[in-house]
């Protein structure tokens, strides 16, 4: 499975999010929060009850500005 990957900064650490399936892990590098990431991913996978997100086309991940 393929999954869309949203990395932000929150103070000393990083967090990895996959928005389609609501999964999200730390670290304190990039490499490490996606390796976390992958890791719970696959995780909650191997349990047979897990939700399957449904598989988009296009995901758009962009940022707005609010005052």
Known sequence: M??????SQEEKH?????????????????EEALKNLKEALEL??????ATRP???EKTIVTQIEIL
Do not use: M, N, R, W
């Open 44 to 49: 909650y996978f191997e349990d047979d009850d």
């Open 54 to 56: 449904p598989l988009t």
């Open 2 to 7: 393929l999954f869309t990957v949203v990395i």
């Open 14 to 30: 990083y967090v990895a999010l996959a928005p389609d399936a609501d999964i999200a892990s730390q670290g304190e590098t990039i």
